[in-house]
């Protein structure tokens, strides 16, 4: 094997190093994700603006209570008034009702949800050890693999490759104590160069890295409902 054969090699154990450390990050970052939609009954309760829509239905039922009076008054007040009233108080008690059932079943969603993102942020936090011993076993055999340069300096392998092209050294031992001289003098610019920089997703971005776990809440229910309404017993 050529020493360009061997920054070959090198290269392409590193990149499977990387895609190791790339599955560990990704897993933290769906976790951190996932728990965005974890919300208390308060967030339901705010987010649902009760008082806006009780407020509409109010209004809807006033509306309704003076429309049907002022069409009765023609015919006699007393009872006018008596069925406007009724529409009027009516009306409220019905709009209550609904927007009442509608908050309680966005709470029992909430609820649903907070369940259905707890397990998947649990399966990936049990799958976290496995693919950091997956890294750690990996990093094992590629020391073993690649002696000539460290986990830690692989980046520069390039590097490596250009000295040995160049004839400033002939084997990579050699590359790689030439690489180091090189970096004593730069490594202030090494840093900067290399610095990494977080990138921040949008919620569109997430999803299509992760996906929506919402859908997947929603799978798992449909198919409960309907394995139960077909093997499901009624209690008496």
């Known amino acids: ?17 990387l895609q190791k450390d790339a599955a560990i990050t990704q897993n933290r970052e769906n976790q951190e994700y996932l728990k965005t939609y974890i919300h208390d009954e308060n967030y339901v309760i705010e987010n649902f603006h009760f008082k806006d829509h009780f407020i509409k239905g109010i209004a809807m039922s006033v509306g309704a209570g003076l429309f049907v009076f002022l069409i009765l008054v023609f015919i ?8 406007g009233l009724f529409v009027m108080i009516g009306g409220t008690i019905f709009f209550y009702a609904v927007n009442k059932y509608r ?10 949800v907070n369940q259905g993102i ?65 970096m004593l003098y730069e490594q202030f610019s090494q840093i900067m160069d290399n610095r990494d920089i977080e990138k921040t997703y949008t919620e569109a971005e997430n999803k299509a890295r ?22 499901g017993k009624k209690e008496k």
Request: glycine share 4%.
């Open 1 to 17: 094997m050529t020493e360009l054969e061997r920054i070959d090699q090198a290269e392409e154990f590193f990149r499977r190093y």
């Open 76 to 83: 006699s007040l007393l009872p006018a008034i008596i069925l």
């Open 103 to 112: 908050l309680d079943a966005s709470k029992q969603n909430q609820v649903e």
């Open 118 to 182: 707890t397990e998947m942020i649990e399966t990936l936090k049990n799958r976290e050890p496995e693919i950091i011993q997956e890294k750690e076993n990996f990093a094992k055999g590629l020391e073993e693999r690649v002696t000539f340069i460290s986990i830690a300096d692989m980046k520069m392998l390039p590097e490596l490759r250009k000295i040995i092209e160049n004839g400033e050294a002939e084997t990579c031992e050699d590359a790689a104590g030439v690489l180091e001289q090189k």
């Open 210 to 231: 992760f996906g929506d776990p919402l859908e997947e809440i929603k799978k798992k229910k449909k198919k409960k409902s309907i394995f139960g309404g077909i093997f």
